[in-house]
């Protein structure tokens, strides 16, 4: 008899050769449930896509916030539905454009935004109003959203009216990415200041996206992606309800992003389980029945680090099937990586078929033609289950830890990513895991696509933009309400506050951030 090699999934789940009603036990009632219905296994809208499709949301930023419009203005055209928005690694750390840190990044890997003006750029013709731009901001997403917020208020819109999200998920990027700029506890309050503002001022802003992106980018399993993630909104959840704020007040506006990968029952699985804990949590652990607090809503990015600079067109092939695994587990927006984003940022070629790759999905495959089509397989639903208990175990593990901050702290979380890269790693080295046109059908001459070029003279350009706008505000304005926002930091007023009456008045990113390092400190990892 002829011996079946043993298989399993990325997070090390045995597969069985065949699945049977012998090998799944599933409750209908508690464990999937109609669409629409606790625990949102299957979804969380009756209907789904056949109400409205996903919205695609092309993620775009690079070079001057000019460049960074007419990207915009393209996408629009060719059918995208949804803002996502770049920023470069200055923005991100707090620096502006002529900072000596800034040098050699400026535009690079996303838009220089320094100052409002830029941000007004960056918006130019966009209808605030009609359109919802995702911002993909940390350890400055505070500022980020007051600079959007009064682009629409110097434009007369209301801002009641503005949507979009922010990610300020600054403890992933602890664990995974490294874009952090103040210690974890200070960073944690300027979040849930977050959260209160925006329940005053932007009530249709969500407050945060709490991203396994990231995470699963550094290396981790579709598992440890869920569990990390999910510690890292109960963390959130914990710290507002410190800070006085009623969970059904902030609740319904946190929403997650996943990633996508490649393999697809286990990413579709992915999704379900993480609808299904996290309605638990929200039910079990902290009482709400509202179902809006319960659900899960999320974006999802296919996997940049899936993506190969050998045979760069074979990703499209890895980007389709990782849109589907979205598409069949239920996501509320995607975005499609450009085929050769292994090389550089995304042509505008490439752009255009990363989205007719959502378009192709939605308008000719029939995905969106009923609610979660996989639901009842022998296969998914046992994924499901398993990745529920494996993310589950690190839960229980965190949580004896005394949290995600605690176990960011200590360097679990970390470990543990470097732990399943490191496994990942030696199998494709080794043969074990195949990545066509790397270790498997490799080609000996390849075709080099063409490349996304940056300007280098960006950086003098948004500088001098910097300097000249220092001369011409009125500097007493922005020294007192910089001093505002310091005293607010230093004690236990809402920074979001101040922090607008000095972008109102001028006043820089770098110096908003500048202002905060002075009362928070910055993070240095031991």
Known sequence: ??????????????????????????????????????????????????????????????????????????????????????????????????????????????????????????????????????????????????????????????????????????LKEYAARGTYIYPPRPSMRIITDIFAYCQRELPHFNTISISGYHIREAGSTAAQELAFTIANGIAYVEAA???????????????????????????????????????????????????????????TQTGGSTLTAQQPEVNLVRVSVQALAAALGGTQSLHTNGYDEALGLPTE???????????????????????????????????????????????????GQGGAVAAIERGFIQQEIERAAYAYTRAVDAGEKVIVGVNRFVDEQEISPEVFPIDPALQRQQADRVQELRRRRDQHSVDLALAELRTAAEGTDNVCYPMKRALAARATLGEVADTLRGVFGTYAPT
């Open 1 to 170: 008899m002829t011996r079946v090699s043993a298989r399993q999934t990325d997070s090390e789940i045995p597969i069985e050769p065949v699945y049977s009603p012998e090998t799944t036990s599933v409750d209908y009632a508690k464990d999937l449930g109609d669409p629409g219905v606790f625990p949102f296994t299957r979804g969380i809208y009756p209907e789904m896509y056949r109400r409205r499709s996903w919205t695609m949301r092309q993620y775009a930023g690079f070079g001057t916030a000019e460049s960074t419009n007419e990207r915009f203005h393209f996408l629009l055209a060719n059918g995208q539905t949804g803002l996502s928005c770049a920023f470069d690694l200055p923005t991100q750390m707090g620096y502006d454009a002529d900072h000596p840190r800034a040098d050699g990044e400026v535009g690079r890997v996303g838009v220089a935004i320094s100052s409002v003006e830029d941000m007004h750029r960056l918006l130019k013709g966009i209808p605030l109003d009609q359109v919802t731009t995702s911002m993909t901001i940390n350890a400055t997403a505070a500022t980020l959203l007051l600079l959007y917020q009064l682009v629409a208020e110097e434009t007369n819109v209301d801002p009641s009216k503005i949507g979009g999200t922010i990610q300020n998920d600054i």
């Open 349 to 399: 070629k490439a752009a255009r078929l990363a989205l007719r790759t959502q378009q192709v999905i939605a308008y000719e495959t029939g995905v969106t033609d009923t609610v979660d089509p996989l639901a009842g397989s022998y296969y998914v639903e046992s994924l499901t289950t398993a990745i529920e208990e494996k993310a589950q175990h690190y839960l229980d593990e965190i949580d």
């Open 241 to 299: 309800l410190a800070a006085g704020l009623a969970i059904d007040d902030f609740a319904p506006r946190l929403s997650f992003f996943w990633n996508a990968h490649n393999n697809l029952f286990e990413e579709v699985a992915k999704f379900r389980a993480a609808r299904r804990i996290w309605a638990h949590l929200m039910r079990d652990r902290f009482h709400t029945d509202d179902p809006r607090s319960q659900l899960m809503r999320f974006h």
